[in-house]
Nanobody, 122 residues
Framework: QVQLVESGGGLVQAGGSLRLSCAASGRTFSNYVMGWVRQAPGKEREFVAAISWSGGNIYYVDSVKGRFTISRDNAKNTVYLQMNSLKPEDTAVYFC???????????????WGQGTQVTVSS
């Protein structure tokens, strides 16, 4: 079992920056693939970014490439999402998630945080 707690959300003007943090419990954090998912009102969940346990493999959805940076500090059991040049369409609840397994070639995320609200005003 893993517990994830997001923080760092808030209200920011377009073009501004926020840094989200996700603190994980346990002593096996380095074994997890970590991801960030967002959900805007009336929209489906969108996978934003992911990072492997070593940080050597990183994924971003096209809409955030060049603006968002995912990183992790395994010694602190924390994953970060640095969000720069924010746009109103980035407004959503942001969740962090942890994965330890792949089923039939698809990565399964079994642990989720409670979410943190990010609101970008124009």
């Amino acid at each position: 079992q893993v517990q994830l707690v997001e923080s760092g959300g808030g209200l920011v003007q377009a073009g501004g920056s926020l840094r989200l943090s996700c603190a994980a419990s346990g002593r096996t954090f380095s074994n997890y693939v970590m991801g960030w998912v967002r959900q805007a009102p009336g929209k489906e969940r969108e996978f934003v970014a992911a990072i492997s346990w070593s940080g050597g493999n990183i994924y971003y959805v096209d809409s955030v490439k060049g603006r968002f940076t995912i990183s992790r500090d395994n010694a602190k059991n924390t994953v970060y999402l640095q969000m720069n040049s924010l746009k109103p369409e980035d407004t959503a609840v942001y969740f962090c998630a942890a994965s330890t397994r792949t089923v039939a070639g698809i990565r399964e995320y079994d642990y989720w945080g409670q979410g943190t609200q990010v609101t970008v005003s124009s």
